[in-house]
């Protein structure tokens, strides 16, 4: 009989949908849109649709394997759960008496967003193991960063306000593929009269929604914005009142923004004078005006200082405080658990435990010293998602490294294991769920069997503490008391009112947000001002005031290589689905025309794409979406050496951005030729 279920999508999305799904005999037959989710009111994507594809896929991991050939083979051999198990604490026991338990690291990231499976059990397990850190920096740490040197909190506007925008900028963010609700509420905006400016360095489905797509050239924004600001200043449509209540700094930002005339800026970024002066005066103009920013933009070398450049902007016009007016870059921190109780930092046998930062996984794993012998990876497939493939391969293929991979595929970074552990899906797992954009909190409930002998990533890092002999309560307790103690936050005035029996019952809450607690009632600076000058960023090594610092060029490789997300995939989730694979084709390689007949090569044809990280094979195809100088592509696919397809990552740089460790995948230069 068939039954209908609720759910939470649980991917590393924005949007956290809510689901509706269709189970026939422990089977998923369907995954809809919940029509009574507040915010995603019953539309999904394509990708979640998917779901049943996915969870009952053929090659969907059923029991632990084990390898039995040499690394990278993709040989293994089924072994029980006790076998891995025993294997793991003998390995990490010998590690920890040999070389110290902070030769083992976990790497993860939020392949399942779910508050206990990525960010519970795992904890307590590597803090209480005495393992090295892992600085989870590879999606959005440069701009958390640079935004909060302007505003002291990385939150934005409540996106359902959105719909009250007059003007509405989308700078750096793609979200016709990854915000898609976003979308339907600057839809609604659209429809009130608002105008929708697109700035991105691609002309892709977003910006050809656009009321005006303003394309620049790659990394430089920060230039953009501080054109805007000397537009702003010289044409007197800066809101003085506004300024001189709730910012500091202004004196300095005029004189810095003085030399970024249009005609300067012209000459950095590509876009017209003219372009400035329209895009600056229309928003000086236009109340409430609100700007959405993207990940994109923060993924290249000065991308803080992009977004710490980008925020100013609302604070010289008097944007926040009103009615859809502001920006948002993500929403995220709202969500203040009680993340002490949570992780338990507190259970590390010492506190100053080596840090490693994610992006530089390849130089960790063949240079750390002492080296790195034991690796736990999960939610994460770093063998396509970490930049410098070269080394993360090198150092993955190490024979004296131990390598546990939990997933619910075989995935390239399993190639690499020497134990595969199979995990649930988030429909066989109970979790709590955040929203990185919007406010509303969701509780996820079981709705079917554990698959074959897979287990959530809560119950396997429980019983693998168990198997280790920690046995403090904090390894005793059940999903549903861990979630209580996220919830009990006292400090946190945005959970108020929200307990475990409300989330039961009510299964979506929405935070509560007072006005007081958003910008400028509240503004947690150290100044208490939104600061356009900022004595932090000066302490820290960096330019008080905006500052556009260009993206050091490359003499060998012209062409600027933006690698960004796919429509159809999840980074590289979903890139094992035919059908999606099949909807998004193959890895193309955006270029130029200009580009293309310099170098004499075809639309059609397959190119060999390289620097002097790595090199590797796509398919051209011949565009003006993108400008000349550029090579663009999008999604993270599997390796497939049938078809040769390998990762985009062999050729970014594991160089950190400007400000918080961040990764710089698009500030990678490459060259193209005819693969001979
Ligand atoms: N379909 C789909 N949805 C996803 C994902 C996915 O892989 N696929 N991934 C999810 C994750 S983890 C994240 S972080 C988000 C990311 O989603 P977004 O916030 O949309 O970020 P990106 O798609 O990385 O980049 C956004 C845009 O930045 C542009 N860009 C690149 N360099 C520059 C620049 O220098 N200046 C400007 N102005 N634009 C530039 C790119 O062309 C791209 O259109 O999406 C999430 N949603
Ligand atoms: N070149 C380039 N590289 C990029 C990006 C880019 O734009 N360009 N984007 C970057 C960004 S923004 C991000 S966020 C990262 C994302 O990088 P990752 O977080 O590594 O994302 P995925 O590739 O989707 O891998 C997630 C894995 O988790 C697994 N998984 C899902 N649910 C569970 C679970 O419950 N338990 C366990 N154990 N596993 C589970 C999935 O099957 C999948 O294999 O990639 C980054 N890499
Ligand atoms: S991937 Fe994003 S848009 Fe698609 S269902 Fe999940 S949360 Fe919604
Ligand atoms: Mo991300």
Redesign the pocket.
């Known amino acids: 009989m068939v039954t209908k279920h609720r759910s939470v999508c649980?991917?590393?999305c924005p949007d956290t949908c809510g689901l509706t799904v269709a189970i026939d005999d422990n089977t998923i037959t369907s995954v809809t849109g919940d029509k009574a989710h507040p915010i995603t009111n019953g539309v999904i994507c394509h990708k979640a649709r998917k779901f049943p594809e996915r969870v009952h896929h053929p090659a969907r991991l059923k029991y632990p394997l084990k390898r039995i050939g040499a690394k990278g083979d993709h040989s293994f051999e089924r072994i029980s759960w006790d076998e891995a198990y025993n294997l793991i604490v003998e390995k990490f026991t010998s590690i920890i008496d040999l070389h110290g338990a902070e030769s083992i690291l976990p790497y993860?990231?939020?392949?399942?967003m779910?508050l206990l499976?990525s960010d519970g059990m795992d904890r307590r397990y590597f803090h209480r193991l005495g393992a090295s850190h892992l600085d989870r920096t590879?999606?959005?740490s440069a701009a958390s960063a640079g935004y909060k040197y302007t505003m002291g909190f990385p939150v934005g506007i409540d996106p359902e306000e959105t719909v009250h925008a007059k003007l509405i900028i989308v700078w750096g963010c793609n979200l016709f593929s990854t915000n898609m609700h976003q979308v339907l509420y600057f839809n609604q905006a659209r429809k009130n009269g608002a105008k929708i400016v697109v700035i991105d360095v691609h002309q892709n489905r977003t910006a050809k929604w656009a009321d005006w797509f303003i394309q620049l050239k790659p990394g430089t924004d920060t230039a953009l914005a501080l054109g805007m600001m000397n537009v702003l200043i010289s044409h007197n449509l800066v809101n003085y009142d506004f300024v001189n209540q709730f910012t500091t700094g202004f004196d300095e930002l005029q004189k810095e923004s003085e030399r970024y005339t249009p005609e300067y800026v012209s000459a950095i970024t590509g876009v017209s004078e003219e372009d400035i002066m329209k895009l600056a005066k229309l928003y000086g103009n236009t109340t409430p005006s609100f700007i959405r920013i993207g990940?994109?933009l923060q993924?290249h070398e000065n991308g803080g200082m992009m977004i710490r450049t980008i925020t100013c902007l609302p604070a010289l016009t008097g944007q926040w405080g009103i009615r859809g007016g502001g920006a948002l870059k993500g929403n995220g921190s709202f969500y203040q658990y009680n993340m002490e109780k949570l992780q338990r930092p507190d259970l590390r046998p010492s506190p100053n435990v080596r840090t490693v930062n994610m992006n530089q996984i390849g130089d960790a794993l063949i240079h750390e010293d002492p080296p790195i012998f034991g690796l736990f990876v999960?939610?994460?497939?770093?063998a396509?998602?970490?930049?410098d493939q070269t080394k993360v391969r090198k150092g993955l293929v190490r024979d004296d490294l131990f390598t546990v991979v939990?997933?619910?595929?075989l995935?390239d970074?399993c190639k690499y294991a020497d134990l595969v552990?199979p995990?649930?899906?988030?429909f066989e797992?109970l979790d709590l769920y955040k929203s990185y954009w919007h406010l509303y909190l969701q509780l996820n409930e079981p709705i079917m069997q554990p698959y074959f002998e897979s287990k959530?990533?809560f119950t396997?890092f429980k019983e693998l503490a168990h198997r280790m002999g920690f046995t403090g309560p904090e390894f005793q307790i059940t999903e549903e008391e861990m979630l209580r103690e996220a919830l009990d936050h006292k400090n946190s005035p945005f959970l108020s009112g929200i307990t475990y029996e409300r989330l039961q019952k009510e299964k979506i809450i929405k935070l509560s947000i007072p006005e007081a607690s958003t910008f400028p009632h509240t503004i947690p600076t150290p100044s208490g001002k939104i600061e356009l000058y900022s004595e932090r960023m000066k302490l820290h090594g960096l330019p008080p005031v905006p500052t556009y610092i260009p993206i050091q060029e490359s003499d060998k490789f012209k062409l600027q290589f933006i690698?960004?997300?796919n429509h159809q995939?999840?980074?590289?989730?979903f890139s094992n689905l035919d059908e999606l694979k099949k909807m998004e084709g193959k890895p193309l390689l955006y270029l130029h025309p200009n580009e293309a007949s310099q170098r004499e090569l075809l639309d059609g044809e397959t190119v060999t794409v390289y620097n002097d990280l790595g090199s590797i094979a796509m398919t051209l195809k011949i565009t003006e979406e993108i400008l000349p100088g550029m090579a663009l592509t999008q999604g993270?696919w599997w390796d497939d050496p049938e078809h040769s397809i390998s990762s985009?990552?062999f050729l970014?740089s594991q160089r950190l951005s400007d400000m918080g460790g961040g990764?710089t995948?698009?500030s990678a230069w490459v060259e193209v030729r005819k693969m001979f």
Do not use: E
């Open positions: 649980p991917l590393d993860s990231f939020y392949g399942n779910g499976n590879i999606c959005n990940n994109g993924h999960y939610n994460s497939n770093p396509q998602v970490a930049p939990h997933d619910l595929f995935t970074t552990l995990a649930t899906s988030h797992n959530s990533n396997l690698s960004g997300p995939f999840i980074n590289s989730t993270l985009v990552n970014t990764a995948f698009f």
